[in-house]
C-alpha cells in the first residue's frame, strides 16, 4: 500500500515537472517569436484571466457545451447496443462491420457541407456533427469488449441456471464496463473538438468566438481559447474516469 502511493506520489511529481517544462519553453518560444505569431504564456495567462471575467465566454462555452451533449448522449445510445450486437452476433457484425469501417475513417469535417444542407446551420446540425464524430468510436470499443468476453464465463453462468438478465448483470456487463468507459471518454474528447467545429462553421458560440480570435492581432486570445477548450477535455475525461471508479471498483484494475 505504502509502495503504491509513494508511485501515485512520484508520478505525480513527475506529471508536474513535465507541465512546468512545457510553461517554460512556451514562455521562451513566444517571446522569440513575438506575440503576432506565438503569444508567450505570460500574455496569455493574463488573457485567460480576462476572459474568465468578461461575462460572455463562459456563458457561450457552457451553452455550446450543454448543445454537444445531446449529440453524445445520442453518439452512446445508439453506439452501446449496436457495439455489443456486433460483438455477439454474427449476422450483426457482417452486416454493420463495412458501414463501421467506413465512417470511422471518414473525417467528419467531409460531412459538414451535406449537414448543412439537410439540416441548415441550426441546433440539429450541431447535434448531427457531434453524433457522427462520436458513434463510430464507441460502436468499435463495445464491439471490442464483446467479441473479448470469455465464453468459458458465460458457460459456467449458464451451468448455474442463470438467466438472460443475470448472465447480462453478473457477466456481460462487467467484462463490458472497462470498454464502455473507454469508448464514453473517447467519444466525448471527439464530441467537443465536433461541437467547436461545426460553431466554426457557422460563427456562433465558442467555436465562433474561437474562429473570430483568429482575427486579431496578437495569438494570445486564440491560444486562451485553445487552452480553456483543453482544460474543458482534460476535466470532462478525468470526470468520466472518476464517474468509472465510482460505479464500478474494478474498472481501475481492469483499465490497468
Not at 493574463?46 to 461575462?55: I, K, N, P, S, Y
Request: glycine share 12%; charged share 10%.
Amino acid at each position: 500500500m505504502a509502495e503504491a502511493s509513494a508511485s501515485r506520489s512520484a508520478g505525480r511529481l513527475v506529471s508536474l515537472a513535465g507541465i512546468a517544462i512545457a510553461l517554460v519553453v512556451w514562455e521562451v518560444a513566444g517571446r522569440v517569436a513575438g506575440p503576432a505569431r506565438f503569444a508567450p504564456f505570460s500574455a496569455v495567462a493574463r488573457e485567460f484571466v480576462t476572459v474568465l471575467g468578461d461575462g460572455l465566454t463562459l456563458p457561450a462555452l457552457g451553452m455550446s457545451l450543454l448543445q454537444m451533449l445531446v449529440g453524445y448522449g445520442a453518439g452512446l445510445a445508439v453506439g452501446v447496443p449496436l457495439g455489443a450486437l456486433m460483438g455477439r452476433q454474427a449476422w450483426a457484425d457482417r452486416a454493420f462491420q463495412p458501414w463501421v469501417s467506413m465512417m470511422v475513417v471518414t473525417s467528419t469535417a467531409a460531412l459538414v457541407p451535406l449537414l448543412i444542407v439537410l439540416f441548415g446551420t441550426g441546433f440539429w446540425f450541431r447535434t448531427a456533427v457531434v453524433f457522427l464524430a462520436t458513434v463510430w468510436y464507441v460502436v468499435i470499443t463495445t464491439y471490442q469488449g464483446a467479441r473479448g468476453i470469455d465464453p468459458r464465463y458465460l458457460g459456467a453462468a449458464r451451468s448455474f441456471g442463470a438467466g438472460g438478465w443475470q448472465s447480462f448483470r453478473m457477466v456481460h456487463l462487467p467484462a463490458l464496463f472497462p470498454y464502455l468507459m473507454t469508448g464514453a471518454r473517447v467519444g466525448l474528447v471527439h464530441a467537443i473538438r465536433a461541437m467547436v467545429m461545426a460553431e466554426m462553421y457557422v460563427l456562433i458560440g465558442f467555436g465562433g468566438r474561437l474562429q473570430q480570435t483568429g482575427l486579431a492581432i496578437s495569438t494570445a486570445p486564440l491560444l486562451c481559447y485553445l487552452l480553456l477548450l483543453m482544460l474543458v477535455g482534460v476535466a470532462a475525461t478525468g470526470g468520466l474516469r472518476w464517474l468509472g471508479g465510482r460505479l464500478a471498483p474494478w474498472y481501475e484494475e481492469a483499465r490497468a
